[in-house]
């Protein structure tokens, strides 16, 4: 064993046991910010995602010529896939480090959360539940995994030439 750049032994392909469970209290964190954003009231969401509408055509003056209805859905869209895909590799991440990878139970658990996230909806004021939402964030979730994947492939190979 090695000493880690925080003072704590790894292990020979990963970090200590000590790391991991910042990442599995990260997880849950997310997952719970997840579910917090989808208690705000359907005035409060469309509020927010106007005004990062109004932001990002302020930024990129050529999606003013674009109707704002669409450039307001394509935004909240994106929201859920860049929220699920901070989940998957979140989640990917600790399922790494725990030596578990993925397996039926995981992704089954980790494709719970959004059809949870849209039941949520169905119960404020203003807001529904989206079946196209939950096909969006399942593959966010799965985009974030995918990027953990080659990360964690990149890494390897750079390692394998160095030792070559």
């Known amino acids: 064993m090695t000493a880690a750049r925080g003072g704590g032994p790894t292990r020979p392909n990963g970090p200590s046991r000590r790391a991991l469970p910042w990442r599995g209290i990260a997880l849950v964190c997310w997952v719970l910010f997840i579910?917090?954003?989808?208690?705000?009231?359907?005035?409060?969401?469309?509020?927010?995602?106007?005004?990062?509408?109004?932001?990002?055509?302020?930024?990129?003056?050529?999606?003013?010529?674009?109707d704002a209805h669409l450039v307001t859905f394509v935004i909240r869209k994106g929201a859920h896939l860049s929220e699920y895909a901070v989940l998957g590799a979140l989640a990917s991440s600790w399922a790494s480090a725990r030596g578990i990878g993925a397996t039926p139970r995981s992704l089954l658990a980790l494709c719970a959360v959004p059809l949870v996230d849209e039941c949520v909806q169905?119960?404020?004021?203003?807001?529904?539940?989206?079946?196209?939402d939950v096909l969006i964030d399942v593959t966010g979730i799965a985009v974030g995994c995918a990027l953990i994947a080659l990360a964690r492939r990149a890494r390897a190979g750079r390692r394998g030439s160095r030792g070559a």
Not at 35 to 49: I, K, M, Q, Y
Not at 122 to 129: D, K
């Open 35 to 66: 579910w917090g954003h989808s208690l705000v009231p359907g005035p409060g969401s469309t509020a927010e995602s106007d005004a990062v509408a109004r932001l990002v055509t302020s930024l990129v003056p050529s999606l003013e010529a674009i």
């Open 122 to 132: 169905l119960l404020v004021p203003g807001r529904t539940g989206q079946p196209l």
